[in-house]
Nanobody, 127 residues
Framework: QVQLVESGGGLVQPGNSLRLSCVASGRTFSSGTMAWFRQRPGKEREYVAGRRWSGGNFYYADSMKGRVSISRDNSRNVVYLEMNSLKPEDTAVYYC????????????????????WGQGTQVTVSS
């Protein structure tokens, strides 16, 4: 059974940075796609960033492009989301998601493409 566990959330001041981690376990993550989504208060869950385990292109949501980067540590099955210049509107619960399929740019942002989800980690941006 695949398990995704996020960590690294918390309270951060506007303009600061934060790195979230997602530890994946339960199968070999040499292929497939990992992604980050978020759900802001009163909003639907939305895509933030994603990439394939094997490398290749990175896919970022327009709302956060230039302020986020997604990376991975294959040896430890960990995916990171680095967020910079955080704004109060970035306050949300951030979720890690995974699929065994190699998604493309046209599908990487679709929630229904992911079979596994973490429990989420809260990020609050406030002074």
């Amino acid at each position: 059974q695949v398990q995704l566990v996020e960590s690294g959330g918390g309270l951060v001041q506007p303009g600061n940075s934060l790195r979230l981690s997602c530890v994946a376990s339960g199968r070999t993550f040499s292929s497939g796609t990992m992604a980050w989504f978020r759900q802001r208060p009163g909003k639907e869950r939305e895509y933030v960033a994603g990439r394939r385990w094997s490398g290749g292109n990175f896919y970022y949501a327009d709302s956060m492009k230039g302020r986020v980067s997604i990376s991975r540590d294959n040896s430890r099955n960990v995916v990171y989301l680095e967020m910079n210049s955080l704004k109060p509107e970035d306050t949300a619960v951030y979720y890690c998601a995974a699929t065994s399929r190699n998604l493309r740019a046209s599908t990487v942002s679709l929630m229904d493409e992911y079979e596994e989800w973490g429990q989420g980690t809260q990020v609050t941006v406030s002074s």
